[in-house]
């Protein structure tokens, strides 16, 4: 691993961009040997240090935790106020604290509020870009972070009603229920918050009433539901299939995720056809999408 061929003193720990201009590439002489490697601010608990990494990949990975982590030092009194506000929110920290894992709310409201300020262009290298970027930002943080707790808020409050009917269907129509709940599982993982790009987090609200309306919906109709689910169950199989191949060999490329939030628009087109979606979508649409994709992912 590079980062044990070149590691970084101790005490070359910053607390603000103060390390200059990063490169792209580093190469550093080792026992006679060029290393080309990954330069990244890495967190270093209250700070960051200047690491370097053989991956690309791992190296953006940390680095935007890094940038977050100088970003979170800059704002530090204006965090705080809004991780008391988050704090004092019982019935929001309640109805996160019901979905599976350790996340910390006042942590996942942070980090999307940074990122979404900040971080939304390609991440700073430069000392001057991230100056620029946190003067740009200023005035935005709070009014950002204030959104998305609404947003957060309306999100869980919608999880809430769907848990509700899970509940009643789960004895009646246990496959629905089962496939409406591995549906919310993927939407509403520990780390949703931060993880979920903002533009798509928007949506998560429509996506959880079509679960709903589908639920109430079943007892009418539980035949309407099977005809349906048969048009969506084949693509879902076949994007979970390839999701779990894949996921050893990192993040999805971005026509795996294009792909994961279409089989979401299909599920309010089949289900919920009132709550209408930003783009056609039909099984049709979307079996054709994914020949394509499977087809380009075989000449690489």
Known sequence: VLQDEAPVAEGERHTGWTMGDLTEIMEIRRGGQTLVGYPALAEARDAVSLQVFDSPERAREVHRAGVRRLLAIAFRDRLRD???????????????????????????IV???????????SLPMLQADFARRV????????????ELVRTVANILAEHAQVQKRLTAAAKSFPAVAEDVGQQCARLLHPRFVS????QRLQHFPRYLQAAAQ???????????????????????AAWLREHAARARFGAPTPEMEQFRWLLEELRVSLFAQALKTPVPVSAKRLAKLWHSIRNAQDVR
């Open 135 to 146: 003067e740009e930002g200023r005035n935005r943080l709070s009014l950002i972070a204030q």
């Open 82 to 108: 809004l991780e008391k506000i988050v704090t004092k929110d019982h019935a929001l920290n309640l109805a996160f604290g019901q979905l599976d894992g350790e996340a910390d709310l006042k942590s996942e």
């Open 214 to 236: 589908r639920l109430d919906k079943l007892r009418v109709d539980p035949a309407r539901d099977a005809r349906l689910c048969a048009e969506l169950a084949p693509l879902q």
């Open 195 to 198: 993880q979920t790009p903002w």
């Open 111 to 121: 980090s999307a509020a940074l990122d979404r300020t900040f971080l939304v262009e």
